[in-house]
């Protein structure tokens, strides 16, 4: 029998010691499966199905990884909402349509969150929102707002609101919160401009996939009727303004009388438009001064004390006191510009902005809210 060597070296090498050769291929072969079997297998199954939440990992190390991300989280941790089915009808509380009560709040009135708690819609349909800017006035407010709070939600289930939110503003804010400084005429874009920041800020953070309505209620506004959201929700309008108005003790008479409040609920006029077609373009119409004549008819003055409080007025503006709004007008982008919109800002400029939007603004001339006498 004849023996046939190779000539070649290495494999005369590898016949000699075969396992120098077969170890570190099977350490490479090893190291491949545990750091490339977890991606590829991943990208297998991912073309086959649209959605998967299994493991996708198979090596040891990426297995590890997948397991300290998973226990950690809820049991059901993806929410579906089907928007298309979410209801806003004349009769909200009958189908548990949840509203978002939102208030921007530079001081807290205890007669506010009296009126508030007195609300007679169900409290678990109802969220609160609240904006308070950072100052000294705002410091006081958040104590005081905090203690109203944890009071009513730990009473019973009866009392307590679904949710409540408190942000603080990042924007500025003026320093003074007198009725006679915040009124001028001549800071009114300013502090209207930061309004709109602190409004938009607020609604965009707190509306959820399961707010039907969102109702803008002053935190001055300390007197309304009990039913205050089950008669605007009847309405069922896409912007529902009520009428403000203010009590005070007639000097004359020495009697207890009402007096018109809050005069941006308005429908436009010719010399409203005549104004602004003169204005630059950062320039704004201010409702309700005498220095500003616009002879817009103003719903504050449609009051009739014997009239129908449903009656109707349709606006092109609104103030901010009490307003009730379909969560679709504010998703859809209506929102309070921060800048001149056709001349208006902040709530006005927001019943623009919904009009152009497509949707219809009104008020209710004869349903009386009561803001605060300072």
């Known amino acids: 029998m004849q023996i046939l060597y190779s000539k070649n070296p290495y494999v005369r090498y590898i016949r000699r010691k075969p396992l120098s050769v077969i170890a570190p291929i099977s350490v490479l072969l090893v190291l491949y499966f545990f750091f490339f079997s977890s991606s590829s297998s991943s990208s297998s199954s991912s073309s086959g199905s649209k959605y998967n939440y299994s493991k996708k990992s198979r090596g040891w190390f990426a297995k590890n990884r997948d397991s300290v991300v998973l226990k950690n989280l809820p049991k059901n941790h993806i929410s579906h909402y089907d928007l298309n089915i979410l209801s806003t009808s004349s009769d909200a509380l009958a189908k548990k349509e949840e509203i978002l ?36 006035d705002g410091d006081i407010a958040l104590k005081n707002l905090e203690a109203a709070v944890k009071k009513t939600q730990s009473l019973d289930n009866k009392s307590k609101f679904k949710k409540v939110t408190i942000l603080r503003q990042d924007s500025s804010s003026l320093d003074s919160q007198l009725e006679k400084d915040r009124h001028a005429l001549k800071v009114q874009k300013e502090r209207r401009s930061m309004m709109a920041l602190a409004r938009n800020s607020l609604v965009f953070t707190t509306i959820s996939p399961t707010t039907s309505w969102v109702l803008w209620l002053d935190a001055d506004i300390i007197e309304t009727p009990a039913t205050l959201l089950q008669d605007l929700t009847l309405h069922n309008k896409p912007v529902l303004s009520c009428n403000v108005y203010q009590r005070y003790v007639d000097e004359s008479s020495g009697s207890n009388s009402i007096r018109p409040y809050d005069f941006n609920n308005w429908v436009e006029s010719e010399e409203g438009l005549k104004i602004a077609a003169g204005l630059q373009e950062d320039e704004i119409i201010v409702e309700g001064y005498a220095e500003m004549a616009t002879y817009r008819p103003l719903m504050a003055h449609f009051y009739d004390a014997n009239g129908d409080k449903n009656t109707e007025m349709a606006l092109d503006g609104v103030g901010g006191g009490s307003v009730l709004v379909k969560a679709d007008v504010h998703r859809d982008g209506a929102m309070f510009p921060s800048f001149p919109f056709y001349h208006l800002i902040e709530t006005e400029g927001f019943a623009k902005m919904a009009k152009r939007l497509g949707y219809e603004v009104f008020g209710l001339p004869n349903y009386l809210v009561y803001h605060y006498n300072e």
């Open 101 to 136: 009560i939102l208030t921007p709040m530079s001081k807290f009135l205890p007669q506010y969150w009296e009126n508030l708690s007195k609300l007679t819609y169900d409290h678990s349909l109802i969220s609160l929102g609240f904006i308070v800017p950072r100052n000294e």
